[in-house]
């Protein structure tokens, strides 16, 4: 019996200290897309805060010191993460950039103290999007395009939207918000629209600089240990209009142009004509005058 009290001691010793404290959290991220782990804390200097990935330490924080991602430490000799990986120094969050397939796995948080040891999985799956799989949209300057999953949303659905990896639209619950980020609201500035029944997004008086890779990301509200996520992208292309003139008008105005220049140049070529017609016979005139002066003197001359 006293080894089990003792044993029993042991257990809640260290469950109380944090040693089994494990969570592990499902992180959905398309590929290219940013992620941030968060570690929903805030760092001292007296915590050591250190990140693995997939056993194999990638990030440190102890103090005022921190390292990214050596080559040793980190890389294996694949330089796997080199210059995408950022650390918040107040949180100890870890962000990587430009996602790819080979960044899926297990990301471990360890956060050590004086006192305990506190510990958090992050299991990131990255979504590798082809074109064939992207649901393309085209549409002209100007016009409104609708990207929707085609389902009614569920009440324990969170939709978020992203336009290139930023996070532009999101429905939780009866809650939604649109462009909180100052970088949203200075390119969707009041062209944006939610559906709340269905989750589509609507884009108002597009523009060319609204092309891009519009990815839905739907999770269930559950815990996150058991949430269900699906994504869905959407590829936008928006075209500048052309002049808005059909062949028949272009060729009618074409028309319309030509032929008065070419009747003024037709009237011009007459008058001309006319004009050199006259000058030849003025001088027919005068070469024959003076053939008869001539003649006239001959005689006279021939006379005497």
Not at 36 to 54: A, M, R
Not at 62 to 78: E, R
Request: glycine fraction near 6%.
């Amino acid at each position: 019996m006293a080894i089990v009290a003792i044993l029993l001691f042991f257990f809640i010793f260290l469950f109380r200290h944090g040693f089994f404290c494990v969570d592990i959290v499902r992180v959905p991220v398309v590929e290219g897309d940013p992620v941030t782990l968060n570690t929903d804390v805030e760092t001292n200097q007296q915590e050591d805060i250190k990140w693995y990935f997939n056993d194999i330490r990638i990030a440190e924080i102890s103090g005022d010191f921190s390292d990214i991602c050596t080559d040793v430490q980190c890389n294996n000799g694949t330089e796997r993460f080199r210059d995408r990986l950022q650390l918040d120094h107040q949180t100890g969050s870890l962000t990587i950039t430009n996602t790819r397939t080979t960044d899926a796995g297990l990301y471990e948080l360890k956060i050590i103290s004086s006192s305990n040891i506190s510990e958090k999985t992050f299991n990131v799956t990255v979504f590798g999007v082809s074109a064939s799989e992207q649901d393309e949209n085209p549409v002209k300057e100007g016009e409104s395009v609708t990207l929707g999953p085609g389902l009614v949303r569920q009440p324990n659905e969170v939709m978020r939207w992203y336009y290139n990896g930023i996070l532009i639209a999101e429905i939780t619950g009866d809650q939604s918000e649109i462009c909180t980020d100052d970088q949203c609201k200075e390119r969707f500035r009041d062209r944006l629209k939610l559906d709340h029944q269905t989750g589509s997004l609507t884009i108002t008086n597009t523009r060319t600089t609204d092309s891009g890779l519009y990815t839905l990301k739907i999770s269930s509200s559950l815990h996150h240990s058991n949430r269900a996520t699906s994504v869905k992208s959407f590829g936008v292309t928006v075209t500048a209009p052309d002049s808005g003139l059909s062949s028949a008008a272009a060729a009618g105005i074409a028309v319309a142009v030509i032929l008065p220049l070419a009747a003024a140049a037709v009237a011009f070529g007459v008058i001309y004509y006319r004009k050199h017609q006259e000058r030849r016979e003025d001088s027919r005139r005068q070469h024959s005058g003076q053939m008869n002066q001539n003649d006239a003197l001959e005689t006279q001359e021939a006379s005497l």
